[in-house]
């Protein structure tokens, strides 16, 4: 082993924040709520907690039996992993464990810890660690990381994640420790004695087990040594003696140590490849050659669990097996099958962790293999059962199937590993390392350290990763006497504690520094005489589990033993007496014992007095200069110069009572000057540097030292110490250095201050004298980089001072005068320098990257505005990142070059090679990674992509300087106008679109929260009554409702429409024919026979009001009103669709269905139940399964529901069983019944409640819609005979739920066209009634429901039914709608109906009117939208009238509306398309018609007629706003009207019902056409038959009116309908026109099927929402849509909130200026954007532009900044006014700026002129839409007033200023024309352009002479006259011409001037107005002909 590379002696450093630690967790312990445990414990025995095991019971009864009240403790410490990357802030984390309990404690020293969580568990926890699991995810590969917390116990393990999941993994073997790694959780197996009788000779078991994920099953790990011999030799890890020491995740490793051997081992752990696991598993066939039997270890079901049991006491008898049957033993262990096993037989699962093992989700199989794997059949006590089971017993036959062994998961694959142990004393004592940890040294080597505590050894292992970073190389191998050592990660270093006591700090493998720990013994000075050698030590570790006994403390350590092993303790007091017989003094000083816990720098000291020292070690630097400094001399410097460099400063800078940190710059500058060889006092700048020396480390310490009394002790202390021996030696020659330093600024042999009196020269001995122009160097490429960072602006000047000092001594003028250019007042006052040899030069090693032209980065973008060619600029890695991000932002975007980014990276930058692995292969990796995507984009697009790759963000653009930072500003001000679609959120941020960032965020969220409720709070205000909350809408965001809506209150009028909840007001109006005695009597019993009840809010004047009609009278008013209140839930559920998110704890409130009326002036309660009014029982059943529908229907998709959550809903009252069952069909409607579990699904259907049944049926097949699920058709078929086995029992399924069975069929196979389902429903539309009394009853609906679910089995595939030609579907579907013979019934039919029906006769002809709609509306569905005309001419009404009387009237309305939308194409919106369906026979008036036509006939046929061709056109134009097809359908409706003003007298009575019927179907169709549009007109027809409450509108008709109100208004106008096939064949089941004459009519369509209608509506509004106040506001929309064959390409504007059109039919969405920042959303490209837009409520984030009002505020734009700015700009900043500078922006830096520098505050005078520039700053800003801006108008006027008045002390702003113009010509030049787009467009910048003309030209007419003397002399001029003189030469690009005299001599001319300018590098406009200056005449016409250029 190689000793120690390089050691500090003679030196001390200091620990901070000394502090005394007690881990959190004890204090939490105390208080810590342990009572329920031991309740537990009474109610549950031992044994049942555990096993039923006899044997495993008395275990766990002797494992609650304790000796010690008090549990053993163990924590451990970790650094804080933050969640969110934002917040910047460090703590620590501590897991701590006693007895049961766990817990987690974040928190730091400032803000205090607090307990994350606490876990509590049956048993005595055995270890508890923080793991991290790797989830894969299914899209691309990606791993989620699943933070948790894992708790061993005796036989199971308790895994618990972050986020709320917990898991109970029983585990097959006792564990003996458990390790955390990259990929999951490493189990090492406890050694057993009976592993040696139970195995085959020469093998044993698998030892290491790995577990990656709680619910997988533990598998075996898998090794690939370095043998010498067969290196690709893979076998399972199963040596006993080898054990693990340590594991780490990154890199991903394993270090292992062999007590045989007595080695370390360190291997790779990674998953295992398909070769190793196929190489290790065919091994499996192999031992069955062998003579013996089987190997065991190839199979690893072997009976560790039963070596688990063998640890019990109760056992041992069992384990003594006869050597005579081992054989036939190992043959029936390995034969045996699982299927034999017991299920669980380990002592440490109980049956509580067995059963949650097998009801997780999908684990049942894997937890029953692994653990039968696992588990032996030892179940006898004795040899002889051993030897039954071998001889085939029946209880144990050797079953034909052998167990399949696991499969491996992980390799561990050896990488190193010790040389071999040779000395006996090595052998015969344990090397076993009892701490491994991972560091580096500050040169970023790192080190595999272990520390082997018998030998008192810390072997430190140097490795490196190989080239492509796939595996780790070790090399040499070096060891330090060390007690105990810890490492400290964040200051690249670890502390060590050697044998005698001393506290050492360690970098890698060099040695730092003494630690003083204030308080402690710092170094026991005699320890070295203590009796013993090196192995000797105070303590003696002899195995693992003692290694870490010490970290065992009690809660109460007076009162318990020590925690430490019987083995140890001995040996412990043994040293420590015979250590405290020679030092009894040291008893009242405690000394430090062990190190532990160890995060980031800090550090625990465990004493000998058993408390705990938390000390936390001082960083290598605080400033940030300094840090830069180090880090670019450790980049360059060779490593072991870099290590003594920063070796020497740590020691100096953290020496005790060592300087402050605002003084760290001057002692860094100090030492590193004295390190190159220079005596700081003789230099001025140096010697009066303001820090305070640090004296000699131990004085300090005692300064430190609270008590200033001293004793004797300490006097002999200071005499008897290393250091002063030290000092006493080398005093002759070391005289006292007046500044203070002394030794320890450089190492002894190197020392400088001997060297008196002070000479001129360098020191060449220093370390660093050789390196002085590399450090130079570097140090100038850093000074460049701080240029670019306005904040440390200040610390380039510091080093400015040092590079000037470098650049005299190594006479590198360009240098000098580059630095006095840049603080010309800093750098007058150097003159002194040191006078360098020749021969000392020679000796330095000097860089081929040093030139003598000074690398300039100003100069470098300068040249590259003006278009010159450029030089590569060089760069440090990961010192000068701004230079390079800077200088390659130059190039693409100025330069032009568009692959700058990428591959011409070397065109630009060249980096400077050390001796250190570079980073260039990662840098060109990164920018290939992130190059532009498209080649189209814009150079501005792609600089601002880069930049956001790089990390560049808006923060760093603001400290970036003003005149740098313009061109990217620039490239950010043309992105924002249209920025890409596709751009992330970050580039978005970039960029200042807030709109686009936002929109970004929330389509990351999509799944998690809708934007609308969660991050706008888009809450509807609190009503002030309590009713109107609970009539279920008060949940519509009025926020957007009242936008949409804003002149009316239409939506408080529906509202008010739809509520049930409330008691119906009612009025008792006496007839005249009514004496005043029988009213009175009437009205008090509440019988109301000759009474007419209306309502006295009927307010509509415009539209006939009714009166009563005679026939009335028959019937109480009363259940006529509660008719129209019943069917008000079918409207409200439309209404409120998906407008809420149920909170998970709160149940859903279900408004109650009121049925009560109020009776006026006493408010009497009129109810249905009293009195003498009869009503059937039933009559509430089906509106209140309608009201938990509409209850259900509120719930959002986007919602969290669960299982629990709908169970949690049922209600135990059974009066609310009909609501809960309409709860479930709306659960299912919006997708939430898919996460149902399958077992509440059985609970819920083995009630046998009707209406649950079908609510949850219907809601399952539409939550599966399309998908066809298996589970879900066996759940369907199970209620449909015709789907069942014909030798199946007959089940008595009610026919309602046949029915929705049948539909739930349809919607489940919806489209697939699926042959087996297509012919089952054909044969049930003509099924005929039988057999017996079976099916005879609302046959009608059954055949209907099978037609339509026919139709949507085989929706729109019209004639490519494939494989179903056999069917003959259209023939037959044709003969069930025209009627003929029936067809003899086949397959299991023929059986079913074999018995005919005992109570319908029909024959053998077809019954039409069961058959005829099942069949139109199947015939219209299979060929919709084909445009079939041969089916659709089956469908033509007859035109004869001897055939029309064979129809019925309602048969016609569904052939018309089959047959339109057969042909969809051919539907027009107009009334002659209408009108021209009405057959040609009955177009002409009713008198040509022949007499024999009643009629009444021929209008009903019109009338249907009419109907169904309206409602085609409803469905053709559904969701569109259609002004054509509403127009139409409002004039048929208008015509009904009319007709139904003539039906008050008695003989138009019997009409009155077709005319309703036709009515309400066009009514339904104006809704369909205006859904979610709220129109006006429809409103008020649907409140017009909304009051009317006479006989003649049943309930049925009632429930039409309040659907098409609810589609009017659907969702709260947020939804609209869709017309896809799917959308057309929801509406057809919903809108069936045939509605219920009462509550309980079910006989033609079954009323659940009304709200399918949900399943056609999709969310199409669109809500823009401004992103900086979250509101909704008004935006102007471009919407584009496709060119068709009805019209062009076509472009139109709409005023958002607007219901958008169907997506498909449009090409482009764009928000359109100039109120908002312009959004363009391509529908070619990005739909599925726009659908997830529109699926979240719509929202649309758009940005304000600055100057610009909201429309809500500004309608007209009549207020708007720039309205009176439109001709000229002048009048628009004249019209600007300050006071309303509020109106026009939010922004606050802008706001803030008027107030306070646009107008000159009370009592201060501010000058007009600057008010006014100000105030037209502030107009530019805001009307060029740039804000941002300001801060660079101001810099500008600031540096051009500080020029002009002379102020300027350094060149810096006019470097700017510089590079402003060069960027405003550059765009002149390219772009003459369009020069207003340029960021900087106004008149502004050519008028500071001027001012600073003026002032420098003003200046050299009057300083010429030091512009001559600069040029001719080599001295750096000073005195005032200086700072001004720099600024010139910076602004006007004069070169260094002090070496280029000879070019400018004999320019006699201005001509030859100019033809030498190229060379000279000056641009032409300078080159004129310094052309008086260069020319050798100082008068004559040269002279004349210069100065009048200067005006110019």
Request: charged fraction near 20%; include cysteine; charge should be negative.
């Amino acid at each position: 082993m190689s000793d120690v590379v390089y050691e500090e002696k003679a030196t001390m450093i200091a620990a901070g924040e000394l502090q005394s630690f007690v881990p959190f967790g004890r204090d939490h312990c105390k208080n810590h709520p342990n009572a329920f445990n031991l309740q537990l414990r009474e109610l549950q025995p031992a044994s049942e907690l555990w096993s039923s095991d006899c044997a495993a019971g008395l275990a766990g009864s002797l494992q609650e039996v304790s000796l010690q009240e008090r549990e053993r403790e163990s924590w451990q410490l970790r650094k804080g992993c933050v969640e969110a990357p934002e917040e910047d802030v460090e703590f620590e984390e501590e897991l701590y464990t006693a007895g049961n309990v766990v817990v987690w404690t974040k928190g730091s020293r400032a803000h205090g810890s607090n307990i994350y969580k606490a876990f509590t568990v049956d048993s005595p926890v055995e270890q508890a660690l923080w793991c991290d699991f790797a989830v894969p995810q299914s899209k691309n590969d990606e791993e989620k990381v699943e933070h948790t917390v894992c708790i061993l116990q005796n036989g199971c393990v308790n895994i618990h994640t972050v986020t709320g999941k917990d898991f109970l993994s029983p585990l097959p073997f006792q564990v003996s420790k458990a390790w955390s790694t990259k990929f999951g959780l490493l189990l090492e197996r406890k050694i057993t004695a009976a592993d040696g009788q139970l195995s085959a000779p020469g093998e044993s078991l698998p030892t290491l087990f790995s577990m990656l994920h709680p619910i997988d099953e533990v598998a075996p790990v898998v090794c690939k040594p370095t043998g010498l011999f067969d290196c690709t030799r893979v076998e399972y890890m199963s040596d006993s003696a080898t054990k693990i020491v340590f594991t780490c995740c990154r890199p991903s490793i394993v270090v292992s140590y062999d007590s045989e051997q007595g080695t370390h081992s360190v291997w790779s752990l990674r998953r295992v490849t398909c070769e190793e696991r196929s190489s290790v598993l065919s091994c499996v066939t192999e031992p069955f050659t062998e003579p013996l039997g089987f190997l065991a270890t190839s199979f690893l079901m072997s009976h560790l669990r039963n070596h688990s049991r063998l640890d019990s006491p109760s056992s041992s008898k069992a384990t003594r097996l006869n050597p005579a049957v081992g054989a036939s033993h190992q043959n029936r262990i390995l034969m045996s099958s699982p299927a034999m096993q017991t299920r669980i037989h380990s002592p440490g699962i109980s049956k509580m962790a067995a059963l949650s093992r097998d009801h997780s989700p999908g684990m049942a199989a894997p937890s029953l293999s692994g653990v039968a794997r696992f588990n032996t059949t030892l179940h006898a006590s004795s040899p002889v059962g051993h030897h039954q089971g071998a001889s085939h017993s029946p209880n144990s036959t050797i079953n034909e199937t052998v167990l399949k062994p696991i499969i491996p998961d992980l390799c561990m694959e050896q990488l190193w590993s010790e040389a071999t142990a040779i000395h006996s004393l090595d052998r015969e004592m344990s090397s076993q390392a009892s701490k491994v940890f991972l560091t580096s040294d500050l040169c970023e080597n790192r080190y595999l350290c272990f520390l082997v505590e018998s030998h008192q050894q810390l072997r430190c292992v140097k490795f490196v990763e190989s080239n492509d970073t796939s595996q780790l190389i070790f090399a040499s191998v070096t060891s330090i006497a060390a007690k105990d050592a810890e490492p400290l990660q964040n200051i690249d270093a670890m502390l060590v504690l050697e044998a005698c006591g001393n506290l050492v700090l360690y970098t890698g493998v060099t040695r730092v520094s003494q630690v003083f720990v204030p308080g402690l013994l710092p170094s026991a000075f005699s320890l070295n005489n203590h009796r013993g050698g090196l192995y000797t030590p105070l303590e003696q570790v002899s195995t693992p589990a003692n290694a870490n006994g010490r970290h065992l403390q009690r809660m109460d350590e007076a009162a318990m033993p020590s925690p430490v092993s019987e083995l140890r303790v001995p040996i412990m007091k043994h040293h420590e007496a015979s250590f405290l017989e020679d030092y009894t003094f040291q008893q009242s000083m405690p000394y430090i014992h062990a190190l532990r816990d160890p995060v980031s720098n800090r550090v625990t000291l465990e004493l000998n007095n058993g408390s705990m020292l938390r000390i936390s070690m001082p960083d290598i630097a605080v400033s940030e200069l300094v840090r830069k400094c180090l880090q670019a001399i450790r980049f360059i410097l060779p490593k072991e110069a870099a290590m003594k460099v920063l070796v020497k400063w740590y020691t100096i800078y953290n020496a005790p009572g060592g300087t402050s940190g605002h003084g760290e710059w001057n002692l860094f500058l100090t030492c590193f000057l004295k390190l190159m060889g220079y005596n700081t006092e003789r230099l001025t700048w140096t010697r009066n540097l303001n820090f305070e020396v640090p004296l000699s480390p131990v004085i300090a310490a005692k300064k430190a030292r609270p008590c200033d009394g001293g004793s004797d002790e300490d006097w002999e202390y200071l005499l008897g110490c290393h250091y002063h021996h030290q000092m006493d030696s080398h005093r002759v020659n070391r005289p006292a250095d007046s500044s203070g330093f002394n030794a320890k600024v450089i190492p002894d042999e190197e020392d400088l201050s001997s060297a008196s009196p002070p000479s001129a020269t360098l020191d060449n001995t220093a370390p660093l004298f050789a390196h002085i122009p590399t450090l130079f160097y570097v140090l100038h490429l850093l000074y460049q980089e701080l240029l670019l960072n306005e904040l440390h602006r200040e610390r380039a000047s510091s080093l400015v001072c040092l590079l000037q000092q470098l650049a005299r001594d190594l006479q590198l003028e360009d240098y000098m005068d580059l630095y006095w250019r840049d603080y010309p007042s800093l750098i007058n006052g150097f003159t002194e320098s040191y006078l360098i040899d020749q021969s000392l030069i020679a000796q330095m090693q000097h860089p081929s990257f040093l030139r003598a032209e000074p690398p300039c980065v100003f100069s470098w973008l300068s040249r590259c505005l003006r278009g010159e060619d450029v030089q590569p600029f060089p760069y440090l890695p990961d010192v000068c990142l701004r230079i390079r991000l800077l200088v390659l932002s130059y190039a693409l975007y100025i330069g032009g070059d568009d692959k700058a980014t990428t591959s011409n990276v070397s065109k630009y930058l060249v980096k400077l090679s050390a001796g250190q692995k570079t980073t260039e292969q990662q840098y060109r990796r990164q920018t290939s990674m992130n190059q532009v995507k498209s080649c189209n984009e814009s150079l501005a697009e792609q600089l601002v992509v880069w930049l956001t790759s790089q990390g560049f963000t808006l923060k760093d653009l603001e400290s970036v300087p003003f005149g740098v930072a313009l061109p990217i500003r620039d490239a950010i001000y043309h992105c924002r106008e249209q920025p890409c679609a596709n751009w992330s959120e970050e580039v978005c941020l970039l960029i200042g679109r807030q709109d686009r960032t936002r929109q970004a965020h929330n389509m990351a969220l999509a799944k998690s929260k809708t934007s609308v409720g969660s991050s706008l709070s888009l809450e509807p205000p609190a009503t002030t009554e309590a009713d109107e909350d609970e009539d279920g809408m008060s949940d519509i965001i009025q926020e957007v409702t009242g936008l949409i809506w804003s002149q009316d209150l239409r939506v408080q009028e529906v509202r008010r429409l739809l509520q049930s909840s409330k008691p119906v007001r009612v009025c008792v109006v006496q007839l005249p024919e009514v004496s005043d005695h029988e009213y009175i009597e009437e009205k008090e019993n509440k019988r109301v026979p000759f009474a007419c009840v209306i309502e006295a809010i009927n307010t509509i004047c415009h539209l006939v009001l009714l009166t009563p009609s005679s026939s009335s009278c028959t019937f109480s008013r009363l259940l006529q009103l509660c008719q129209r209140t019943m069917s008000l839930p079918v409207g409200r559920g439309l209404f409120t669709l998906f407008s809420y998110q149920p909170v998970p704890t709160e149940l859903l409130a279900i408004p109650k269905l009121n049925l009560t009326g109020r009776a006026p002036p006493r408010n009497t309660m009129v109810d249905l139940n009293s009195g003498n009014i009869d009503v059937p029982a039933n009559m509430p059943s089906w509106p209140s399964f309608h009201n938990g529908v509409a209850a259900g229907l509120k719930i959002a998709p986007a919602s969290q529901v669960d299982s629990a959550w709908i169970v949690y809903n049922k209600n135990k009252n059974q009066e609310m069983a009909n609501e809960h069952a309409g709860f479930l069909m709306a659960l299912g409607l919006n997708g939430h019944l898919t996460k149902l579990g399958t077992l509440n699904i059985h609970d819920y259907l083995a009630k046998g409640h009707e209406m649950t049944s079908i609510g949850l049926l219907l809601g399952v097949a539409a939550a599966r819609l399309g998908t066809m699920d298996v589970s879900t058709t066996r759940l369907l078929s199970i209620h449909i005979p015709a789907l069942l086995p014909p030798t199946s029992t007959e089940l008595d399924v009610p026919h309602n739920i046949q029915v929705a069975s049948v539909i739930g069929i349809g919607l489940v196979y919806q489209g697939t066209g699926h042959r087996h389902i297509a012919e089952v429903l054909q044969s049930e539309i003509g099924r005929p009634p039988g057999p017996e009394m079976e099916y005879c009853t609302d046959r009608e609906s059954y055949s209907l429901a099978a037609g339509l679910a026919l139709g949507m089995v085989c929706l729109g595939q019209g004639s490519n039914l494939i494989g179903m030609s056999d069917l003959n579907v259209p023939e037959q579907l044709y003969q069930y709608m025209v009627g003929g013979h029936r067809r003899p019934p086949v397959g299991a039919s023929r059986e079913r109906h074999k018995s005919p029906s005992y109570q319908i006769k029909e024959g053998d002809t077809i019954n039409v009117d069961v058959t005829c709609p099942g069949a139109t509306l199947a015939l219209a569905m299979i060929y919709l939208k084909t445009n079939n005309r041969s089916i659709a001419d089956w469908l033509k009404p007859p035109d004869t009238w001897f055939l029309l009387d064979f129809i019925k009237p309602e048969f016609l309305l569904l052939r018309t509306l089959a047959r339109c939308i057969i042909m969809w194409d051919d539907i027009l919106p107009n009334t002659e398309w209408v009108k021209s369906n009405i057959p040609q026979i009955m177009r002409g008036n009713h008198l040509d018609s022949p007499e024999s036509v009643n009629l009444e006939t021929w209008i009903q046929v019109q009338d249907y007629i009419t109907a169904g061709a309206c409602m085609a056109l409803g469905l053709r134009f559904a969701g569109s706003a259609n002004s054509d097809a509403f127009d139409c359908l409002y004039e048929f409706a208008k015509s009904f009207m009319k007709v139904m003003s003539f039906y008050g007298s008695p003989a138009m009575e019997p009409g009155c019902y077709n005319i309703q019927t036709a009515l309400s179907m066009i009514l339904l169709s104006m809704s369909m056409v205006m859904s979610g549009t709220g129109n006006l007109k429809v409103l008020q027809l649907c409140r017009f038959l909304h009051y009317r409450t006479g006989s003649e509108m049943n309930y049925g008709f009632h429930m039409a009116h309040h659907m098409a109100l609810g589609m009017l208004f659907l969702g709260g106008g947020r939804f609209s309908l869709s017309t896809s096939n799917s959308a057309i064949a929801a509406m057809l089941c919903a809108l069936y026109p045939h509605f219920p004459s009462h509550s309980t009519d079910n006989r033609y369509h079954l009323q659940a099927l009304r709200h399918l209608i949900v399943l056609a509506a999709e969310s199409r509004l669109l809500v823009p929402v401004d992103v900086d106040s979250l509101k909704p506001c008004y935006a102007l929309l471009e919407v584009t849509y496709k060119k068709t064959d009805w019209y062009d390409e076509t472009t139109v504007e709409l005023m958002a909130p607007t219901m958008l059109p169907e997506l498909d039919l449009l090409k482009q969405v764009r928000v359109k200026g100039p109120r908002y920042w312009e959004l363009c959303i391509d529908l070619v490209k990005e739909v599925q954007h726009l659908k997830s837009v529109l699926s979240k409520d719509g929202v649309l984030y758009v940005k304000l532009r600055a100057g610009q009002l909201p429309y809500k505020d500004d309608p007209q734009g009549w207020k708007s900044l720039l309205g009176s700015a439109v001709n000229q700009r002048s009048s628009g900043i004249r019209a600007f006014k300050l006071e309303a500078i509020s109106t026009f922006t939010s922004e606050p830096t802008l706001l803030s700026f008027a107030e306070f520098f646009c107008k000159a505050p009370d009592g201060m005078q501010h000058p007009k002129e600057t008010v006014a520039l100000f105030s037209a700053m502030l107009y530019e800003c805001v009307a060029q839409e740039c804000p941002e801006m300001l801060p660079t108008y101001i810099a500008i006027q600031q540096a051009v007033g500080a020029l002009c008045r002379g102020e300027l002390q350094h060149s810096f702003a006019l470097w700017q200023m510089r590079l402003v113009v060069e960027l405003w010509d550059s765009r002149l030049l390219r772009r003459p024309g369009n020069c207003h787009d340029a960021l900087l467009s106004s008149e502004f910048l050519p008028v500071m352009k001027n001012k600073v003309d003026v002032a420098l030209d003003s200046w050299l007419k009057d300083n010429s002479s030091a512009l001559k003397s600069y040029i001719g002399s080599k001295a750096l001029p000073d005195g005032t006259r200086s700072p001004m003189l720099a600024c010139f030469l910076v602004y006007r690009s004069v070169p260094c011409l002090r070496n280029k005299l000879t070019q400018l001599q004999g320019c006699a001319s201005l001509g030859h001037l100019l033809s030498s300018s190229s060379q000279l590098g000056i641009p032409l406009r300078d080159l004129l107005r310094l052309a008086p200056v260069l020319l050798k005449a100082e008068t004559g016409p040269y002279m004349q002909l210069g100065f009048p250029l200067l005006a110019h």
